[in-house]
């Protein structure tokens, strides 16, 4: 029954947005949407960063592509994946997010091939950091400017592009000043092969210490209804220096859609969930309170447990862009209609008590990510 909402929703949404599903996950290299109501939508964006160093996103939404090759126990057929990110372009969506360290190599790859109609269209997103040996991770960092150089010259190469348009330091590497890292950055933009510079899981003190060197466009690190800490330490950070904030796991790694619960079985050697505290059965039966909220008050308004997550994220501040990711056509549909619906202060207010009055059980990793 907890996923009854959820399915009936997918199907009216199926029914009422024909022109879109039935067209399927159609290849189209057009830039142009189709409908009156798509560029409605696409007029709902946000900004990330200021200045010279901002970025536009529609929908106020991105699309993170990792799980279309890597980390969520299947893999799906990567032509539908290449067809999917493509039918998400023909639907407005301008951000797509990726990283070296994901597969390795292999959802460059992926998305490289699947953006190339409409490169210079959209808002590319790749990351560099960790340590990877003979195309496996090691667990460890790697930030020396050299290396930083090598691998953004290796990752154009497999996105098929001339630059990255947001680069992110994945983590940050406790054996390589900030600074450094910066300049670095910096140096490749100067280049040309990149645009922007971002941080992913960085606290306030590097934070600044990098911005002082090249301004920093946006912030991702994990943040959901059930990771809230970034309000607390570097939301206060990122308003003052004009810094967008980029949630991943929005969802909480389908937690929150109601998608999984205690009996879910993963694939070890392609997910991450078994070993994250926070997916151990009895913390799930635990936190499915949250799932309870959710449900009760999206019942009431016409949407999903995915959507008033989404929404609760979104009204947190103007420049908060989440990026769920999807393999599902259906749920892309989903999360971007979230994008209609704003919180009214009460309801927010309200809201918010009921989530934050749920203790959460487990930690979001087993050791600690942001620096």
């Known amino acids: 029954m907890k996923e009854k ?38 007029r709902k964006s946000r900004t990330l960063g200021s200045g010279k160093n901002k970025i536009d996103v529609s929908y106020g939404l991105g699309l993170g592509c990792m799980g279309m090759s890597w980390n969520r126990s299947f893999v799906p057929d990567r032509d539908k994946m290449i067809a999917l990110i493509r039918k998400a372009y023909d639907m407005g969506v301008n951000l797509f997010d990726t990283a070296e360290a994901y597969g390795p190599f292999v959802n ?73 890292v910066a300049g670095t950055v910096e140096d490749l933009i100067s280049e040309g092969k990149v645009r922007f510079f971002g941080l992913s899981e960085a606290g306030p003190e590097s934070i600044r210490k990098a911005h002082a060197v090249q301004p920093v466009t946006a912030l991702q690190t994990e943040f959901s209804l059930m990771s809230r800490d970034p309000l607390q330490d570097v939301f ?13 796991s929005p969802l909480c790694r389908a937690y929150l859609t109601g998608y999984i619960n205690e009996r879910t079985t993963y694939v070890p050697g392609n997910d991450n969930r078994p070993t994250l505290p926070r997916y151990k059965p009895d913390a799930v039966i635990a936190n499915w309170k949250i799932i309870d ?25 103007p420049w908060v862009v989440p990026i769920p990711g999807t393999t599902k056509l259906a749920h892309l549909q989903e999360n971007l209609w979230s994008s209609n619906f704003e919180f009214t202060p009460d ?25």
């Open 236 to 248: 206060p950070v990122c308003e003052e220096l004009g810094i967008g904030f980029v949630p991943y």
């Open 347 to 371: 309801e927010l207010a309200s809201f918010t008590a009921d989530i934050t009055a749920i203790p959460i059980t487990g930690n979001r990793y087993p050791t600690p990510q942001t620096r």
């Open 108 to 180: 460059e790859e992926l998305v490289g091939e699947a953006i190339a109609p409409f490169r210079n269209n959209i808002t590319l997103c790749s990351k560099f950091g960790f340590d990877i040996q003979n195309g496996k991770m090691t667990g460890g960092f790697n930030s020396q400017p050299k290396h930083i150089k090598e691998v953004v010259n290796q990752s154009l190469g497999r996105l098929k592009t001339d630059h990255i348009d947001l680069l992110y330091q994945h983590r940050v590497d406790p054996n390589v000043p900030m600074e450094d």
């Open 5 to 42: 909402n959820r399915r009936d929703f997918l199907k009216f949404g199926a029914i009422l947005s024909g022109t879109v599903v039935s067209a399927g996950l159609v290849a189209s290299a057009d830039p142009s949407p189709k409908s009156d109501h798509l560029d409605r939508q696409i």
């Open 293 to 317: 909220v959710l449900v009760k008050f999206g019942n009431q308004r016409g949407l999903t447990a995915a959507q008033v997550a989404l929404a609760w994220l979104s009204a947190q501040k």
